[in-house]
Each structure stands twice: as structure tokens, then as C-alpha cells.
Nanobody, 119 residues
Framework: QVRLIESGGGLAQAGDSLRLSCSAS????????MGWFRQAPGQEREFVAS????????YYSDSVKGRFTISRELRKNTVYLQMNSLEFEDTAVYYC????????????WGEGTQVTVSS
């Protein structure tokens, strides 16, 4: 069984930095993309950042562009989300997701990690 496990969330002040990690465990799988999403209270889940696995191309939402960076460490099967200049509006549960080869959308999700930013 494939699992994605997020870590690194917590409490931060506005302007601080946090780094989230997402590790894949279980059966290995061929990946099209890895992404980070977030869901704030009372809001729908939204896209944050993603990386195309074949070439490392990255994509960001406008709200985090220039502040967040997605990266990977292949030998550890881990994806990171470096979050700098955190804002109160970044408060949310952050989810890691994978789109496996053959899937038309992200089809493996972690359980999420809470990020709370105080203003």
C-alpha cells in the first residue's frame, strides 16, 4: 500500500519560515507529479505548488509564488515545501499528493499537517 506522510507543520509567526516534508512509503510507484495543497477552515482545498517528476518543472499558485519553494530528494522519496515570509492567510492544513502514472489527477493523498500562522 502506498502512503504519503507529511511532517513539519506547526505554529509560526508572520514572517517566519517552515519546511514541510512529504515522504512516500510502501510500494514504490511511477509518478507523474507531486503536489502540495492546502485547506483553510471553511474553505475548499486549493492548489499550492507542484513538481513534474520527469523534469523537475515546478508550478505555484499566485498567492505563494516567490515565497514558497517545492523541491525533492529522490534518494529519500521525499518532497519538501519551503515556506518563507509566512502570512496569516497561509494558515491551513497542508496536504501532499501524488499523481501516479496512469492517473488523470492526483490519486494518492497524505493525511495533512497543520500550519498555523499568528499575525
Amino acid at each position: 500500500q502506498v502512503r504519503l506522510i507529511e511532517s513539519g507543520g506547526g505554529l509560526a509567526q508572520a514572517g517566519d519560515s517552515l519546511r514541510l516534508s512529504c515522504s512516500a512509503s510502501g510500494r514504490t510507484f511511477a509518478t507523474v507529479a507531486m503536489g502540495w495543497f492546502r485547506q483553510a477552515p471553511g474553505q475548499e482545498r486549493e492548489f499550492v505548488a507542484s513538481m513534474r517528476w520527469s523534469n523537475g518543472d515546478t508550478y505555484y499558485s499566485d498567492s505563494v509564488k516567490g515565497r514558497f519553494t517545492i523541491s525533492r530528494e529522490l534518494r529519500k522519496n521525499t518532497v519538501y515545501l519551503q515556506m518563507n515570509s509566512l502570512e496569516f492567510e497561509d494558515t491551513a492544513v497542508y496536504y501532499c499528493a501524488a499523481q501516479r502514472v496512469g492517473a488523470t489527477q492526483y490519486d494518492v493523498w497524505g493525511e495533512g499537517t497543520q500550519v498555523t500562522v499568528s499575525s
